[in-house]
């Protein structure tokens, strides 16, 4: 049934189309705004734009980084490069490997996607597989969060993060070729990166791209000892049991592990990417399509005292040292994007694609352990309303064909395939003063895996709407969303059960989970005028079914077990950001800035905390900006966490100073831009409670960074 759906819906999907909620024709200074322009084109351009974002108001809390502000924050992965934001936190499995955890949620409630299609790779399934996108190779950072990701899955109740890119160009340029190009270096973990795209129109109407990037670390160094104080207390006491028995080789190493300081071990990763792409643009529509290609090797920081057995049945089960754990990452991926401008009712069908082909391998030392492949197609569409009258909308279908298997002793999760199938709709109306949206999706999911003879179909039902006041010559908006989401469970929450040497643990899941509902609210307020922006939303989530994995206290092959449970739960906090100019004087803005933001998640009926929820976080700052000069001091303050669930350790508090200068020696419009940042200024040990590994892979120490941007 599934297949005849995917077919049809190919069918459908198969006109050229252009990006949802598109206007061919935006104002330049509207472009900018959106970080899609720059000063090397002319006002009259046609410019597709990014998709989702650009008209419904039901979107309002999205959190962009682009142009200055991304460059400064680049790191490795996606994950760590949106910290700064609010709401946002950072998995930080290692500096290979990182997720974003956007209001405490992370794993499958997070969708990241690259131009509004999912990465189609393995990180979903584990927090030690990396995400398929180079910030490198990022033109803008789109955050959606709340009702907001309705768009994009009814899965993504924590919301979702939109990598948007250039390798299916979006304009012809007006000169003979368009460059970008960046480069850098930071000292914490001798991160030398550069990274390159040039634009080259053949003709009036096509463009051709071609992109690539790179970037070599070392073992990330960090202050004071690498394992916290919890873990390194136990692991003393474990040397001192060791002498005790006469083992004074066990505990010589388990003193020389708990000592460990300086850097951490087995954190070096290396990553190359490249990509073609080519478009055709005009005012009737655009078709463009691109191939790209990601390679990265990184090391899996080891947990002290993690053994694990290999043995087959009937054997003993034997603890084995095994060499260092690292990834070795391979993506191949074709994306196709479209348009067409229809004129009526509806003004434009829209189309995106992307195809993936995806292995890594976990080797342990020089041996192949697992090997994990990913192959799958996902697709969308969607037809965008024409406003008539202050009513304008979208409505559309997606697809997802998903295959996945491991081989080796450790495949923790059987060989299994996803299909699904959905459709969704978007609505806004403007009633003067009063503004309401709406948002309605259906998703069709089965779920197989035939070597243990499972198949399962979820029909899950999500929507929202929202009411707010927004007075037409104010600055103001105050609203209020509900919304209802339901979720299918991911093939790692039903299926997992054996030793993941990466993560060190063994992971059981459950193959009769249901469907998790969740009911949700949001209360906001923002204020947007030309010196003061402020924004501050208040949420909550009521779960019914809430699935999750806690470690259970047991062994299994000398391992952990982490299980993955099932139970009613509680999510609600807060976010806000403001940002205010306060002086102007010798050709420079004097503004300060701040963000806050706070979750509390926690299992009903005596249950206890959720695991991995970041605490309390504070972060201000001071920027004077000119022409050509930028420069920021800020302040980081996370509170300690100690709600934590059984046999999970508290993480201590930090306070950490940093500071940034961007220096434009031609102006803004010379496309010469040269940043220099120090983070961690007083090298202060810090670790992410959000992180599956922050006992023993804290964040990097002093860290000093120079980078260069260009575009011509």
Sequence with gaps: MLHRKFLISAAILSFPVTPALAQQDAPASERQQRGLADDFHDDDMIVVTAPYVDQLDILAGTSVLTGDELAENLRGQIGDSLTGLPGVSSTSFSPGSSRPVLRGFQGPRVRVLTDGIGALDASNTSVDHAVTIDPLTAQRVEVLRGPAVLLFGGDAIGGAVNVIDKRIPRDIPDDAFHLDAIAGYGSAADDRSIAGSVDVPLTAKLVIHADGSFRDTNDVRVPGFVLSPVLRAEVLAEATEEAGEGHLDEAAELTETANLSGRVPNTASRTQTAGVGAAFIDDGGNLGFSISYYDTNYGVPARPGAGHAHGGEGEAAEEEEEGPVTIGLEQIRADLRGGVNLGGFFEALNFR????????????????????????????????????????????????????????????????????????????????????????????????????????????????????????????????????????????????????????????????????????????????????????????????????????????????????????????????????????????????????????????????????????????????????????????????????????????????????????????????????????????????????????????????????????
Excluded: C
Aim: aromatic fraction near 12%.
């Design 353 to 712: 694609a992307g195809y993936s082909d995806y292995e890594h391998i976990e080797f342990e030392g020089d041996e192949i352990g697992t090997v994990f492949s990913v192959s799958g197609i996902e697709a969308r569409a969607e037809l965008v309303q024409a406003d008539h009258d202050g009513w304008r909308g979208v409505i559309g279908t997606q697809v997802l064909v998903r295959d996945f298997n491991a081989i080796g002793a450790e495949a923790f999760v059987p060989k299994n395939s996803i299909e699904s199938w959905a459709l969704f709709a978007v609505q806004e109306a403007d009633l003067g003063d009063w503004e309401v949206e709406g948002a309605l999706r259906f998703d069709q999911t089965n779920v197989s895996a035939n070597v243990v003879s499972f198949d399962r179909d979820f029909n899950t039902l999500s929507g929202a709407i929202g009411l707010a006041y927004a007075p037409d010559e104010e600055a103001f908006k105050f609203g209020a969303n509900i919304s209802r989401s339901e979720r299918a469970p991911s093939a790692e929450e039903l299926l997992s059960n054996g030793p993941h040497i990466a993560t060190q643990a063994f992971e059981i899941g459950n193959p009769d989970f249901t469907t998790e509902k969740s009911w949700g609210g949001e209360l906001y307020a923002r204020w947007d005028s030309d010196d003061v922006q402020l924004s501050a939303t208040a949420y909550a989530n009521l779960f019914n079914d809430y699935i999750f994995e806690a470690e259970t206290g047991a062994e299994e092959d000398g391992l952990p077990v982490f299980q993955y449970y099932q139970r009613d739960a509680t999510y609600y906090g807060f976010e806000a950001s403001a940002s205010a100019v306060f002086a102007r004087s010798g050709g420079f803005d004097f503004s300060a800035d701040g963000v806050a933001d706070y979750v509390r998640a926690k299992i009903d009926d005596g249950g206890g905390p959720v695991p991995r929820i970041p605490p309390l976080r504070l972060l201000g700052g001071i920027k004077a900006q000119s022409n050509r000069l930028d420069l920021r001091a800020e302040v980081e303050w996370s509170g300690s966490q100690n709600k934590v669930a059984a046999f999970e350790t508290p993480t201590e508090g930090f306070t950490m100073v940093n500071a940034t200068a961007a220096w434009r020696p031609f102006g803004k419009d010379g496309g010469v831009t040269l940043l220099a940042s120090a983070n961690n200024i007083f090298d202060v040990n810090a670790r992410r409670h959000a992180s599956f590994t922050k006992d023993y892979v804290p964040l990097s120490g002093r860290d000093i960074r120079i980078s260069a941007k260009f575009s011509f």
